[in-house]
């Protein structure tokens, strides 16, 4: 409380205000820290942000990266690079994050500096598998009903594992905490509730595998589709679950709200999945719709040793082989009524069906081969030869003497254009 008094009047004062209590509390304000995006795609760049409570000015932020301690089933954290001071904006960029990774932040102000307390963990997940560490989910599906088995499998370089949760309301967990964890993998048995959520594994060397979307449900239908992203080119089968009851009517399947399957089918097969096929899938049968799924493709990568071009293959093997073909409508003598190709005399030889002939329009007067592009009058005749080669030397006997060119069983028909 306070009261005053006039300079001038040394013996007067005002009566006293009323009182006022100041409470000074021990408990520290926590920021709140969000991250983007919360799924990632190779190469992109994590933005933090990290909001005080108390807006008024003079904190600085300090960021920091989750490291898995197993031992204590929890986290320790290693500032990122340009914050050991802090920062004035309250806003921090990962560049390049790849995978999998937990993120903290706190404020500070003062000197010497009170500090807030640390925000809650927040993720930024990555579906690719690499090889440090990788989670297997079997059945390998998001979706499960409540009375299904399901095994979660870590793999890496470690030999030490922990799988964690994170649920749809912020609540980060163990497996000890909802399942069973025998050495590298997490078993969730029958009649498993409120686990819906994403889960990883966590190495005893500090490492995050990639992370799955995993909806456990209660309902009667259930859209069974892959957990991992797909990758561009490859099939994918999505197929529509009944907990008891078999598929007697259509069933519909809808990407992103739209209807794009309408049969008997139960199962949405995919011969070669592209980007644009990404998205939310659900099924619907008689009354009963599933929950949607989010479908991940990523971009596909040519295997090794298929860089050289096919193409260019193909077009060289049809090349050799149309060559000599080229070369014999090449050799005829274009006249104002004839073309003939000189017969080859050699020696009777058994082959078979296989007799050399050759049938002429007219053979009056046979010349020699000539180009057909010689005579500029001549090219207002073209002939239009068809030639069928049948049978040339596929008997031909081991020492047989090798003829220049054999033409077996040649028949030529021209007709004037």
């Known amino acids: 409380m306070c009261k005053g008094r006039m300079k001038s009047a040394q013996q007067s004062s005002t009566d006293w ?5 100041l409470t000074v509390a021990d408990n520290k304000p926590q920021p709140v820290l969000t991250v983007s995006p919360l799924w990632l795609s190779p190469g992109d760049s994590v933005t ?4 005080v409570t108390d807006p008024s ?5 300090y960021w920091y990266k989750a490291v898995p301690i197993l031992a204590d089933n929890y986290y320790s954290y290693e500032l990122l690079p340009g914050s050991i001071s802090g920062t004035e904006q309250d806003s921090y960029i990962v560049h390049g994050q790849t995978h999998t990774a937990g993120y903290v932040c706190r404020a500070g102000r003062g000197d ?10 927040k993720f930024a997940w990555s579906g690719d598998v690499h090889s440090s560490a990788s989670l297997t989910v079997s059945p390998d599906t998001v979706q499960h009903f409540t009375s299904e088995s399901v095994s979660l499998n870590c793999k890496g370089n470690s ?4 799988v964690r949760k994170f649920t749809e309301k912020s609540y980060l967990a163990s497996c000890s905490n909802w399942g069973t964890m025998t050495g590298s993998t997490c078993n969730i048995g029958r009649n498993w509730h409120r686990d819906t959520g994403v889960y990883w594994c966590e190495s005893g060397s500090g490492e995050f595998s990639n992370a799955v979307n995993i909806t456990i449900q209660e309902q009667h239908i259930i859209l069974a589709s892959p957990v991992y992203p797909v990758t561009e080119g490859d099939s994918v089968s999505l197929s529509c679950k009944l907990r008891r009851q078999q598929f007697a009517l259509n069933v519909f399947f809808y990407r992103n709200g739209e209807l794009i399957q309408n049969d008997t089918r139960w199962e949405l097969n995919i011969s070669a999945v592209s980007k644009s096929e990404e998205g939310f899938y659900k099924c619907k049968y008689s009354q009963q719709v599933s929950p949607q799924s989010w479908m991940s493709v990523k971009a596909g990568s040519r295997p090794e040793g298929s860089s050289f071009p096919v193409e260019f293959v193909i077009r060289l093997v049809c090349g050799i082989i149309l060559l000599p073909l080229l070369l014999l409508l090449y050799c005829y003598k274009p006249s104002k009524d004839s073309c003939f190709i000189r017969p080859i005399q050699s020696e009777s030889t058994d082959r078979g069906s296989a007799r050399s002939h050759v049938v002429y329009q007219n053979e009056a007067e046979p010349n020699e081969c000539s180009s057909p592009l010689n005579d500029a009058a001549d090219s207002q005749n073209v002939t239009n030869s068809l030639i069928e080669l049948k049978d040339i030397g596929k008997k031909r006997k081991q020492h047989e003497p090798e003829e220049s060119v054999d033409y077996s069983d040649v028949t030529t028909e021209t007709a004037g254009l």
């Open 159 to 162: 030999t030490e594992w922990r």
């Open 17 to 21: 205000s009323e009182a006022i209590t």
């Open 112 to 121: 010497p500096v009170f500090y807030t307390l640390n925000s809650e963990h």
């Open 57 to 61: 000015a003079g904190w600085r932020f």
């Open 48 to 51: 933090l942000n990290c909001s």
